[in-house]
């Protein structure tokens, strides 16, 4: 029989060099290589579904900045009766312009030129662009001009390259007049029925405001409930209950936030529907979860000697708290809260559910003026009828994503302005 | 529980039977602080048994004992920093100048700034040399105007034998110096805070033999400004820095005196072996 320290000691010396041992080594090598070249084809993978995703937004995106415009020259002394310069210019300017009777006089300039149906070339809300040119520039109302008007939508979508066979019809009859110009309209306006004339700027700044308002409530009290329950709360059963609680309200999905702020924020509390103060407070709910995870976990990870040294020479619990783990912990807590409201900033479902889907023709001025958001804006237009329309979602989409950008570049920086180096 | 520890202390070790070594006699200079019968308990083991020792003002007290005897234990005892360990228990009595450091009316946070501590591993906070100095008196309210803070620093670092080589560089991070510069930038801030007892929780284990070297003489030059209590493996160490030593072993005060005494003619036999190095 072999006993242990027999077979130790009729051990053969390895091989170093013989053929299983080089196999092996080539064998390793190669399981090596092929897991290199996985881990780069998934890099491949999803760097091209980004730039296909990217190339598809912004070529589509793109058009929704533009508009496709015809020339009418107007006869301003002979249709206002010869109106002043001056009278547009200081506190009464809106009202006169008002008075004046831009629709007709655009109208009865347009079929002059285009002839009796010549209306029906152009955007129903054209006159308002000559309405603010005439505010932004007075005096062109002393002579003739030639203004360029945005044309109806179903020609503009034709010019473009893909609109329908009478439409194509009446570009062809234009040849040569239409022409493509910046459309204002798109940062400027807000919601509108005709898609010449929708704008950007209601949805974000609904977003703007509504984001706010999440910060400003989810970013206190997440980080405050981190910090209590890393540092004060004592480690029971009711803690570890709480915190299981948390980890599976940041997992519920966000229609469930939705229905929650409903039932509590509108029917219980009563306040007003299709609010930014509203949908700050639901998404709050849905980021505060995240917060506080993320909050915990750089809470924890902020070495324990740091607090014995500061308890150690007498600092009170709320010094090592506030004066050590916490810009310690900031880096961590500030990740958390990106990835929390760049979700909160995505999010349509939840904002349905408290009736921020409605059609909002002017921008919000306050937190409790009914108000949508971006995505829910992109929402609503994919599910217009109207060919129009599908420019300007993505359109709507690019501006989501440079809004989402620039808070993520606004985070970043303060991540590393309070990163400490150890 | 009490089955429990008697039977923990009839069957592992006949020593503890033994009656533990009076408290140092009169005639070292002024007392500081006092404990007796001390119990530490965490959950239901028990770390330390019945341990009394006077530290006194003019002689660096040095605990020594094998790994896992209860010396940091007992000396985190001395300014509460058991309290943070929530499954920690103490009784027993602990005095800082006659006054129960356990009452309730003890204030902790005063209490750990008058028993100031220095730790095994460098701790300096991720911030300047001198915010690091002066965040103590801050917090306490020691300095009154921009000129006494910058006086506490420099003083403080001067004691810590640190100044030399950091006064021009008073706004560089702290952590960014070596270890024993780390260990005495500790030191410092601890002092800047004015405390009467510094407790020393193994304070060199982490450094090398001249930045050691560095540390046991600024403990030399401290001795009489302040009571020094030292935790070390080192026995080597004990007997250079200290003039009092207490040996502990499995939770139990074995010997406490004359740091000379303890070495050259120890009363107890657990003693003699640790100190020849049988075991430990």
């Avoid at chain 1, 881990?39 to 993978?45: K, M, S, V």
């Avoid at chain 1, 950007?200 to 700044?205: R, T």
């Avoid at chain 2, 341990?51 to 605990?63: G, H, K, L, P, Q």
């Avoid at chain 2, 005494?261 to 036999?269: G, K, L």
Wanted: proline fraction near 5%.
């Amino acid at each position: 029989m072999n006993s242990t320290a027999a077979f130790v000691e009729e051990r053969n010396p390895t091989d170093w060099q013989g053929d299983a041992m080089q196999k092996r080594i080539r064998k390793r090598y190669a399981s090596e290589r092929r897991f290199k070249a996985l881990g780069l084809g998934a890099i491949i993978l999803s760097a091209s579904f980004l730039a296909f995703l990217l190339i598809v937004m912004v070529g589509n995106g793109f058009r929704g900045f533009t508009q496709t415009e015809l020339p009418v020259e107007i006869d301003f002394p002979a249709m206002t009766g010869g109106a002043s310069a001056s009278q547009f210019e200081g506190a009464n300017a809106v009202a006169n312009v008002r008075t004046l009777g831009v629709r007709d006089i655009v109208n009865t300039s347009v079929q002059i030129q285009y002839g009796e149906q010549g209306t029906e070339l152009f955007s129903a809300g054209s006159w308002q662009t000559v309405q603010s040119e005439i505010l932004d520039n007075p005096d062109i109302v002393t002579s003739k001009a030639t203004l360029y008007l945005p044309v109806e939508s179903e020609i503009d979508v034709a010019y473009k390259g893909d609109g329908s066979a009478s439409a194509e019809e009446k570009v062809a009859e234009l040849e040569g007049k239409l022409s493509t110009g910046f459309n204002s309209n798109f940062l400027f306006n807000s919601d509108a029925t005709d898609p010449m004339q929708v704008g950007i700027w209601g949805a974000l700044k609904g977003s703007l405001i509504t984001m706010f308002i999440t910060l400003l409530i989810a970013f206190p009290v997440g980080v405050l409930s981190a910090l209590y329950l890393e540092e004060y709360a004592p480690k029971n059963r009711f803690t570890d209950l709480i915190e299981v609680s948390i980890n599976n309200l940041a997992a519920v999905p966000s229609i469930i936030f939705g229905l929650l702020g409903l039932a509590v924020f509108l029917n219980l509390f009563g306040l007003p529907r299709s609010a930014a103060l509203v949908g700050g407070l639901t998404l709050a709910l849905m980021t505060m979860p995240v917060i506080v995870i993320s909050g915990r976990n750089a809470v924890k990870a902020v070495p324990p000697s740091i607090r014995e040294a500061a308890l150690g020479i007498g600092a009170s619990q709320m010094q090592v708290v506030f004066h050590h783990v916490l810009p310690l912990a900031l880096p961590g807590i500030l990740t958390g809260t990106i990835i929390g409201m760049a979700r909160a900033l995505g999010e349509t479902a939840p904002l349905l559910m408290i009736g921020m889907r409605a059609f909002i023709a002017t921008p919000p001025g306050g937190i409790v003026e009914p108000a949508t958001v971006l995505p829910v804006q992109i929402f609503l237009w994919s599910d217009e009828v109207n060919r129009g329309f599908v420019e300007k979602t993505s359109a709507a989409i690019i501006v989501l994503l440079l809004f989402l950008l620039t808070m993520n570049a606004l985070a970043i920086y303060l991540r590393n302005r309070f990163e400490t180096r150890w | 529980m009490t089955e429990l520890i008697d039977n923990a202390s009839s069957s592992e070790s006949p020593i503890m039977t033994e009656t533990a070594p009076p408290a140092i006699s009169a005639g070292d200079g002024p007392l500081k602080m006092t404990t007796r019968n001390v119990d530490v308990f965490y959950g239901e083991k028990q770390a330390i048994n019945g341990v009394s020792i006077d530290v006194t003002m003019d002689n660096v007290t040095a605990f020594i004992g094998p790994s896992g005897c209860g010396k940091s234990t007992f000396l985190r005892c001395l300014n509460r920093m058991n309290d943070t360990i929530p499954i920690a228990k103490v009784s027993g009595e602990i005095t800082l100048e006659g006054e129960d450091i356990y009452a309730p009316s003890m204030d902790v946070v005063q209490l750990r700034a008058r028993v100031g501590m220095v730790f095994q591993k460098p701790n300096p906070f991720p911030k300047s040399i001198y915010d690091n100095i002066a965040y103590g008196p801050r917090i306490h309210g020691l300095a009154s105007t921009k000129d006494e803070l910058d006086n506490i620093v420099e003083t403080s670092l001067q004691r810590a034998g640190l100044w030399g080589e950091v006064s021009d560089r008073l706004q560089d991070s702290g952590t960014a110096l070596s270890g024993g510069q780390q260990q005495r930038l500790c030191i410092a801030r601890a002092i800047a805070v004015d405390p009467e007892v510094i407790l020393m929780d193994e304070p060199c284990s982490a450094l090398d033999p001249i930045a050691t070297a560095k540390i046991e003489e600024l403990i030399h030059e401290l001795r009489g400004k302040y009571a020094i209590v030292i935790v070390t493996h080192n026995m080597q160490q004990a007997a250079r820095v200290s003039q009092r030593t207490a040996f502990f072993h499995l939770g139990t005060l074995v010997e406490y005196g004359v740091t000379s005494d303890i070495f050259t003619n120890p009363t107890q036999e657990k003693t003699r072996d640790y100190i020849t190095g049988r075991y430990g």
